[in-house]
């Protein structure tokens, strides 16, 4: 089934001619805490650059020259600011490009959504760094949290209102956050939503939505899921054991 929508439904959609200069994204290259970044920036049509941490000596060499507030990445070069803290890019982000609803009501549901589905992708992203005799239950852990805590949450609240999106009737940060913990979930239990014809019908939808479309297509800068290598890159980079 082909789905078409209006201008309208996509307010956060902007021509690039209109940006001064181009975010730069500094990271590790892999998904990590920043990829929903990097969903929402292609959601809403925004090209950026990535600068890749590849050692450890690289890290610190940015917390030295005091280009980590926190001392820590993901870091984003944005509008003459250099921000950290995942949460409060993403936040910049969606209010930048008319993704965080339009008035403080819609908001506060979008927050409340996006921290539910950050509760569930904090699993997702940890599972690859789980001992292997621990991984049977993660995962265990991740399929009955999603199908008994979260999925159920948007499923109805998708039904109840009707409408294409989470809150308001168009894209928000929300939805682009929701499409991506689905995939995620997806690529370990790939029937996880079986159960959920809402959800079904919100991932074909939102998977059509020309930007995002875009962003799910081979080379684009999406990442793919952690493997061996991006595991052992991680714990040397931030010397972990």
């Not at 970044?37 to 940015?62: I, M, S, Y």
């Not at 009955?144 to 009707?162: C, D, M, N, S, W």
């Not at 996880?192 to 919100?202: K, R």
């Given at each position: 089934?082909?789905?078409?929508?209006?201008?309208?439904?996509?307010?956060?959609?902007?021509?690039?001619?209109?940006?001064?200069?181009?975010?730069?994204?500094?990271?590790?290259?892999?998904?990590?805490?920043?990829?929903?970044?990097?969903?929402?920036?292609?959601?809403?049509?925004?090209?950026?650059?990535?600068?890749?941490?590849?050692?450890?000596?690289?890290?610190?060499?940015?917390?030295?020259?005091?280009?980590?507030?926190?001392?820590q990445v993901?870091?984003?070069?944005?509008?003459?600011?250099?921000?950290?803290?995942?949460?409060?890019?993403?936040?910049?982000?969606?209010?930048?490009?008319?993704?965080?609803?339009?008035?403080?009501?819609?908001?506060?549901?979008?927050?409340?959504?996006?921290?539910?589905?950050?509760?569930?992708?904090?699993?997702?992203?940890?599972?690859?760094?789980?001992?292997?005799?621990?991984?049977?239950?993660?995962?265990?852990?991740?399929?009955?949290?999603?199908?008994?805590?979260?999925?159920?949450?948007?499923?109805?609240?998708?039904?109840?209102?009707?409408?294409?999106f989470l809150?308001?009737?168009?894209?928000?940060?929300?939805?682009?956050?929701?499409?991506?913990?689905?995939?995620?979930?997806?690529?370990?239990?790939?029937?996880?939503?079986?159960?959920?014809?809402q959800l079904?019908?919100?991932?074909?939808?939102?998977?059509?939505?020309?930007?995002?479309?875009?962003?799910?297509?081979?080379?684009?800068?999406?990442?793919?899921?952690?493997?061996?290598?991006?595991?052992?890159?991680?714990?040397?980079?931030?010397?972990?054991?």
């Amino acid at each position: 089934m082909r789905y078409l929508f209006s201008a309208s439904y996509f307010p956060g959609i902007q021509k690039l001619s209109s940006m001064s200069g181009k975010p730069r994204l500094t990271y590790i290259n892999g998904r990590g805490r920043m990829e929903p970044v990097r969903w929402l920036l292609a959601a809403a049509g925004v090209e950026f650059e990535e600068n890749f941490v590849e050692t450890k000596e690289q890290l610190e060499k940015l917390i030295k020259g005091g280009d980590l507030l926190f001392q820590q990445v993901p870091m984003v070069e944005i509008d003459g600011m250099k921000m950290v803290q995942t949460r409060a890019i993403l936040s910049y982000i969606a209010g930048k490009y008319n993704l965080y609803g339009k008035d403080l009501k819609e908001r506060a549901l979008i927050d409340m959504y996006v921290e539910g589905i950050t509760d569930l992708m904090q699993m997702v992203m940890m599972f690859p760094f789980t001992p292997a005799e621990a991984k049977a239950k993660n995962l265990a852990s991740i399929e009955e949290k999603a199908t008994k805590r979260y999925f159920p949450v948007f499923e109805k609240i998708l039904k109840q209102h009707g409408q294409d999106f989470l809150v308001g009737n168009r894209l928000s940060w929300a939805d682009v956050q929701l499409l991506e913990a689905i995939l995620a979930v997806e690529e370990k239990v790939p029937a996880v939503l079986s159960g959920f014809p809402q959800l079904q019908a919100f991932k074909t939808k939102m998977s059509n939505v020309p930007t995002i479309k875009k962003f799910l297509q081979p080379g684009s800068a999406r990442k793919p899921p952690p493997d061996e290598n991006y595991v052992a890159l991680v714990m040397s980079i931030f010397n972990l054991s």
